[in-house]
């Protein structure tokens, strides 16, 4: 008997084990990978979502709330009428609690001013905690079948850092395949298939506004027989055999630098971002004065230096000031007169 406790056991510690994996393989698969705050917020938000359905379901089916009650070790003195309640609770307050944290997920400059667009959000966020649920529920079902394909064609996957507005979406992904283009590797635009598709069009309709900046209304993908190129707002997925993945990842890494996807987070990283932008269209350009642009890029430096960003912001934007400096000697070695 012993042993069959034991075994049992085991097996519901795997089971958890696999659910948290395949829960988190789904939330990468809406919104792909984001910075590790929003990664917080998000995961609290899906999570609260599926014990919303329960919730939900357990106070419209009397029947299921007595079978959900089963599962759950119930103390002797509590009345089953009392845990209802508490699920009618549960059902009201956590949208609340959703729309509070869709509130955090964006920018400080683009959250509500008053409380009158705040109690707008949290009203906003019964929709979205219905649409979220719908959405993870149809995406713990297409995930694994997704992930069984690529272990099948020995597939990898990779994710590059990236924050694209919805209005140069469609820019980002024309550079994308032009800097593939450049490099000898031809893919073709398609929109991404239905399984990614349906997921962020039931979030956006469901959610509204507040969930554009994290899912792509024309989600769109760079293909061809060896490679998958996704592009989320919040993250690009390459995936393709590993040699090639590599290989991409290092081009798009390089190419995307200067385009209008941010490779930063945080707004006071992305203003440099603007900033190192700005300096490299100026060196492309020959008859541009260097002098001024010299003294920016030496401002830039210096508040580098002084930075008290997160390493991995700090490192994008210093890579990002060395090819801006690699581009300023260049242009200065070209307008030098030739030696006598």
């Known amino acids: ?154 597939w990898a996957s990779a994710h590059v850092p990236i924050v694209v507005a919805p209005k140069h979406y469609l820019s980002v992904l024309g550079a994308l395949q032009d800097a593939l283009e450049r490099s000898g590797i031809r893919t073709r635009r398609r929109p991404a298939s239905w399984t990614m598709l349906l997921p962020s069009r039931i979030l956006v309709v469901f959610g509204g506004d507040a969930w554009q900046q994290l899912v792509a209304t024309q989600l769109s993908q760079l293909r061809s027989r060896e490679l998958e190129v996704l592009l989320h707002p919040s993250d690009l997925v390459i995936r393709g055999k590993p040699a090639m993945v590599s290989r991409v990842q290092a081009i798009l890494t390089e190419q995307l630098a200067f385009t209008r996807a941010y490779m930063t987070w945080h707004e006071d990283a992305q203003a440099v971002e603007d900033r190192l932008r700005e300096l490299w269209g100026w060196f492309q350009d020959e008859d541009a004065s260097d002098e001024d642009a010299l003294r920016e890029l030496s401002r830039i430096e210096e508040q580098l230096r002084q930075s008290k960003l997160p390493f991995e912001q700090w490192e994008v934007l210093f890579r990002k000031w060395l090819m801006v400096e690699c581009a300023a000697l260049r242009s200065l070695h070209v307008r030098a007169p030739a030696p006598r």
Do not use: C
């Open 1 to 154: 008997m012993a042993i069959l406790e034991a075994l049992i056991a085991l097996i519901a510690r795997s089971a958890g084990r696999i659910l948290n994996t395949v829960f988190a393989w789904a939330t990468t698969a809406i919104f792909g990978k984001v910075p590790h705050r929003k990664q917080i917020y998000l995961s609290i938000i899906a999570f609260s979502s599926i014990l919303w359905i329960f919730a939900a379901l357990g106070i419209i089916m009397p029947r299921f709330g007595a079978w959900m009650l089963t599962l759950v070790h119930i103390p002797d003195w509590m009345d089953a009428t009392w845990v209802r309640l508490l699920m009618l609770l549960a059902a009201l307050l956590i949208p609340v609690a959703n729309g509070e944290l869709a509130i955090r997920l964006t920018g400080p400059s683009k959250r509500p001013a008053n409380w009158e667009q705040r109690a707008g959000m949290w009203a906003k966020g019964y929709a979205a905690t219905v649409g979220l649920s719908l959405t993870l529920l149809f995406t713990l079902i297409i995930v694994p079948a997704m992930k069984l394909q690529d272990a099948f064609r020995r």
